[in-house]
């Protein structure tokens, strides 16, 4: 067998190099611009695909050890404390408050509300973190209730119309130097503490939320009825309410309470979605690039006929054969690959290797004709020497 050229190798390497580079350029500057950012189309990568896909099997892990309890939009300090009256009674393992308490202020009402959390035991509530005024000073005001904090915060990256995919694990109060859990968190730290400890010990600031598990969701008057299910259960009490409601990997308007009971079953489960690292999908792009750019040197110089027939059949089955692999292990191994400018690589591929052909034989063709040119100049310089010589050897004579 033949093997591969000095030029062949050199064009693998710089068609390899150069499809990678301009097909990350062409994901990501374009999207950078203010007319994508601000329509939010810069904010959706594969892993709203997958998590979306995962949604729509409808096959979701069911985790018994969360419930979701929602009041109506509109409701008072009373429905809330008649809620967690309700829930006292259920032996609920936390209880992760998250509840706008703003408006409706009465001493009566106030004082059955606080009644409510001593008789609901491990109430999480938020704190100052970012929370509103009225709600941290009504919190602030029972802190000697033995309740726990933890703070509301939503990673949308401070960026209006972000897609949330992830979890800020925890934030150190700067006032008190304090380690202030997230309020998933925090409920979960009274139930599984070894589980946040393993969270804690992945030493990262922020965690993708695993979108594909289930949990129960039954509105506050139905919580008599489920009584056996709270037993013992995390219980993500809040307002479903549509002034809370986000961007997310699965839905364009998901309820924020949801998405806490989202980030608390991650953790409980230890369902962390775990990204393949960055130099791990570059050398492996490099690699599938590279052996398709050779291959599609082997099939125009050994089928000239049907090369351009196996190049593209080639292109096709390795894009959809990434594509459903990085699926299958984002779905059964719970690991993310971040390929999508990878797809876009092979399906610029062929172009690049017709580009490079076409620049190689137009350099070919320019040098070509400078050594026409040269030739023709040194034909040239040397007639005028000899005319040059002869008109001299005629001035002597």
């Known amino acids: ?21 301009l097909s990350r350029m062409l994901v990501y500057v374009p999207l950078s ?67 706008d308490l703003r408006g409706g202020k009465d001493p009566d009402i106030d004082a059955m509300l606080i009644d409510a959390i001593k008789a609901c ?13 009225d709600t941290t000073r009504f919190f602030a005001s029972a802190r000697e209730l033995g309740t726990r904090w933890g703070y ?40 599984a503490p070894e589980r946040v400890r393993e969270l804690v010990s992945h030493h990262t600031s ?54 806490h009971a989202y980030t608390a079953t991650t953790v409980l489960r230890s369902a962390y979605i775990r990204p393949l690292g960055n130099w791990v999908t570059q050398v492996f792009a490099f690699v599938v690039i590279a052996f398709f750019v050779a291959l599609n040197i082997y099939f125009s110089r050994h089928f000239p006929r049907a090369g351009g027939f196996l190049v593209r059949t080639t292109n096709y089955i390795l894009f959809f054969s990434l594509l459903i692999s990085s699926f299958v292990l984002f779905s059964e191994r719970a690991v993310y690959s971040d390929c999508g400018w990878f797809l876009m690589a092979i399906a610029f591929c ?14 070919h063709k320019i040098a070509e004709w400078w050594r026409v040119l040269r030739v023709m100049m040194q034909r040239r310089r040397a007639a005028n020497k000899k005319t040059e010589t002869k008109n001299n050897f005629l001035e002597k004579e």
């Not at 979701?60 to 979701?68: A, R």
């Open 152 to 191: 509301t915060n939503l990673d949308t990256r401070g960026r209006d119309n972000a897609v949330i995919r992830s979890f800020t694990t925890f934030y150190v109060d700067t006032n008190t130097c304090d380690t202030i859990y997230s309020l998933p968190l925090q409920a979960v730290k009274l139930v």
């Open 350 to 363: 062929p172009w690049a290797t017709d580009i490079y052909t076409l620049l190689h034989i137009f350099v």
């Open 33 to 99: 611009v203010s007319f994508f950012a601000s329509s939010g189309v810069a904010d959706i990568n594969q892993f709203d695909i997958y998590s979306d896909l995962q949604q729509a099997q409808g096959m979701m892990p069911y985790e018994d050890n969360i419930v979701m309890v929602t009041l109506p939009e509109g409701s008072t300090r009373y429905e809330l404390a008649e809620a967690l009256l309700m829930l006292s009674e259920c032996n609920p393992a936390a209880v992760a408050v998250d509840v």
């Open 206 to 259: 922020r965690e993708y939320i695993n979108f594909t598990i289930d949990f129960l969701t039954l509105s506050y008057e139905e919580i008599p009825d489920w009584a056996e299910e709270i037993n013992g259960a995390i219980v993500m009490l809040g307002v479903d309410t549509r002034r809370d409601v986000y961007r997310t990997s699965i839905d364009t308007r998901t309820l924020g309470l949801k998405i």
């Open 121 to 133: 035991n491990n109430v999480v509530v938020p704190c100052k973190a970012d929370c509103l005024d």
């Open 1 to 21: 067998m033949k093997l591969p050229s000095k030029s062949d190798i050199v064009k693998v390497l710089v068609v390899a190099v150069v499809t990678i580079s």
